[in-house]
């Protein structure tokens, strides 16, 4: 079955970078678009980016661009995200998502998700 | 970007009722790529439908996706106590998609 697993939670000071991991089994990994969603507590989910597994390519979105870095290691089937210049607004959990249906296919939303990554910025 | 707005915020129900959601677009989403996402507290979020109205293997009938263009709605007939959750709508048109900002639905 598809699974997402990803790592443990973070504590970064502001200023810092969080780099998040996402290892994935249960498909072929380079046939599936995978993206990152994060959510701050209490508030609503936030699309950040997708990466593009066999060719590496990203799309982010423009309030992450410059900031944010998407990632892969085929050896291993894992995907990264790593997000620099680290503030208080950044305190949220962070998940890796797949999308429904091969990137050959047309265009589907994200059918499996990740646990989650807390990430906590803080002095 | 594409703008999506839900409304109500929260819809305050009753097992057994119907719930009708709403998700508008500043732009026409093209091909309705427009998905809905139900999720509850410590839960990553759970796909329900996409294609605006084509359910996700496994989604009860009692929930339906309708619209096109700028204006979607999720229908929820016949409430089950574990529907009350959090609902998003998402747009994955473009290279950068979007989500609404979440309807709750309450007991």
């Known amino acids: 079955q598809v699974q997402l697993v990803q790592s443990g939670a973070e504590v970064k000071k502001p200023g810092a970078s969080v780099k998040v991991s996402c290892r994935a089994s249960?498909?072929?990994?380079?046939?599936?678009?995978l993206h990152w969603v994060r959510q701050a507590p209490g508030r609503g989910l936030e699309w950040m980016g997708r990466l593009h597994p066999n060719s590496g390519v990203t799309d982010y979105s423009p309030k992450f661009q410059g900031r944010v870095t998407m990632a892969r290691d085929m050896s291993i089937s894992t995907v990264y995200m790593e997000l620099t210049r680290l503030n208080s607004d950044d305190t949220a959990v962070y998940y890796c998502?797949?999308?429904?249906?091969?990137?050959?296919?047309?265009?589907?939303?994200?059918?499996?998700w990740g646990q989650g990554t807390l990430v906590t910025v803080s002095s | 970007d594409i703008v999506l707005t839900q409304s109500p915020g929260t819809l305050s129900l009753s097992p057994g009722e119907s719930a009708t959601l709403s998700c508008r677009a500043t732009?026409?989403?093209?091909?309705?790529?427009l998905a809905w996402y139900q999720q509850k507290p410590g839960q990553p979020p759970r796909l329900l439908i996409y294609?605006?109205?084509s359910r996700d293997t496994g989604i009860p009938d009692r929930f339906s996706g309708s619209g096109s263009g700028t204006d979607f709605t999720l229908t929820i007939s016949r409430l089950e106590p574990e529907d009350f959750a959090v609902y998003y709508c998402?747009?994955?048109?473009?290279?950068?998609?979007?989500f609404g900002q979440g309807t709750t639905v309450e007991i």
């Open positions: 294609g605006a109205s």
């Open positions: 249960g498909y072929t990994y380079t046939a599936y678009y």
């Open positions: 998402q747009q994955y048109t473009s290279s950068s998609w979007t």
């Open positions: 732009q026409r989403v093209r091909n309705s790529f």
């Open positions: 998502a797949r999308t429904l249906a091969a990137i050959a296919a047309a265009p589907t939303p994200l059918g499996y």
